[in-house]
């Protein structure tokens, strides 16, 4: 079965420290991969999302992720964060194949993310 | 472009109400979809459409009705609310062939008492 698990629900770090939020998912080919972010009441939005080529994506904001394919994993990264960069973070896998569903995505539950001043 | 926009932002119905939560996008896109977002759940599937005409179920459809006579709109309809749906609804829509890459509207957050 298809799946996305991001395994920190919430982390803590302190504002100029790197961050890497993790990504797991279980996919029967090439998945396509995306990092959304939800600041406070807000939608989301895309941060950066990776559908073949160069394993390590560059996306807005100063964020980076890099796909694992012997480990199954997307993780995001960023070297140094900042305050505003508290927010929700959304990992995505893509297509969805059930019932012919091929335009959506499954989401992981996020990771919420805190910034220490 | 407005992209994907929702109305309203905010509504609070009685249990047993009826409601629609309205869903438009000005991109063209073919696909459209309804997600629900619950605390510690992270989205989930309620309905999609693969275009004008065509509608299907996701993950969590019970409860909710959709159709879609135009490409620009994706309208939720909730038959009888119930305190399980208090939750924060998002739109999306994405092109096909543009490797599932989905634009969000701004949500809807629904609080049935």
């Known amino acids: 079965a298809q799946s996305v698990t991001q395994p920190d629900i919430h982390i803590t770090v302190s504002e100029g420290a790197s961050l890497e939020l993790r990504c797991n998912y279980s996919y029967g080919a090439t998945p396509y991969l995306f990092w959304y972010v939800q600041s406070p009441g807000q939608g989301l939005q895309l941060l950066l999302k990776y559908f073949s080529g160069d394993t390590l994506v560059q996306g807005i904001k100063g964020f980076e992720a890099e796909f694992k394919r012997s480990q199954s994993s997307f993780n995001l990264r960023k070297p140094s964060v900042h305050w505003s960069d508290a927010a929700e973070y959304f990992c995505a896998v893509g297509p969805l194949n059930y019932g012919g569903s091929q335009g959506n995505l499954i989401f992981g539950k996020g990771t919420k993310l805190s910034v220490k001043p | 472009n407005a992209g994907v926009t929702q109305t309203p932002k905010f509504q609070v119905l009685k249990t047993g109400q009826s409601m629609t939560l309205q869903c438009a996008q000005d991109m063209n896109h073919e696909y459209m979809s309804w997600y629900r977002q619950d605390p510690g759940m992270g989205l989930r599937l309620i309905h999609y459409s693969v275009g004008a005409g065509i509608t299907d179920q996701g993950e969590v459809p019970n409860g909710y009705n959709v159709s879609r006579s135009t490409t620009e709109d994706f309208p939720l309809r909730l038959l009888s609310a119930a305190p399980s749906q208090t939750s924060v609804y998002f739109c999306?829509?994405?092109?096909?062939?543009?490797?599932?890459?989905?634009?969000f509207g701004p949500g809807t957050r629904l609080t049935v008492l």
């Open positions: 999306a829509s994405s092109r096909r062939g543009s490797y599932n890459e989905q634009f």
